[in-house]
């Protein structure tokens, strides 16, 4: 009776030690993050490369929402979508459109600040604050 207790004891005593973390090690959170890839090096470079009827997007990006929600402009248009991770992917399904014409697109996390679209290899970062 007395092993028993002991082992008890000891073994609340060991997980009172455990790191408790929402997510598993390893993983990030999306939700309400936005990742961008700029199309340009430097803002100049893009507004040089403007047409004087219409504008070019400089940079491209994702929004992550809770509910497995998330939204993405690619050149002018947000695309609305579901998104989920499995492993180190981040699969999203959209209805087909022109620039989703498959309907899925998939990014790699590579931290908790970088993704890489994997049909294009670019990477896109975290931004931050109202920044990109």
Same mark, same amino acid.
């Given at each position: 009776m007395k092993i028993k207790l002991l082992f008890l004891c000891s073994f609340f005593l060991m997980a009172s030690f455990?790191?408790?973390?929402?997510?598993?090690?390893?993983?990030?959170?999306?939700?309400?993050?936005?990742?961008?890839?700029?199309?340009?090096?430097t803002e100049q470079q893009c507004l040089d490369s403007q047409h004087s009827d219409f504008f070019i997007n400089c940079h491209s990006e #994702?929004?992550?929402?809770? @509910? +497995?929600?998330?939204?993405?402009?690619?050149?002018?248009?947000?695309?609305?979508?579901e998104y989920s991770v499995i492993n180190k992917n981040i699969i999203l399904r959209f209805e087909n459109n022109p620039e989703v014409p498959q309907g899925?697109?998939?990014?790699?996390?590579?931290?908790?600040?970088?993704?890489?679209?994997?049909?294009?290899?670019? #990477?896109?970062?975290?931004? @931050? +604050?109202?920044?990109?």
């Amino acid at each position: 009776m007395k092993i028993k207790l002991l082992f008890l004891c000891s073994f609340f005593l060991m997980a009172s030690f455990c790191e408790r973390s929402e997510h598993p090690k390893g993983t990030i959170d999306l939700e309400n993050e936005t990742f961008v890839y700029l199309h340009f090096k430097t803002e100049q470079q893009c507004l040089d490369s403007q047409h004087s009827d219409f504008f070019i997007n400089c940079h491209s990006e #994702i929004s992550f929402f809770e @509910n +497995g929600l998330a939204e993405i402009i690619l050149t002018d248009i947000i695309w609305r979508g579901e998104y989920s991770v499995i492993n180190k992917n981040i699969i999203l399904r959209f209805e087909n459109n022109p620039e989703v014409p498959q309907g899925t697109l998939v990014f790699e996390i590579i931290n908790d600040s970088k993704l890489k679209k994997i049909d294009d290899k670019t #990477i896109w970062n975290k931004m @931050n +604050g109202n920044s990109i």
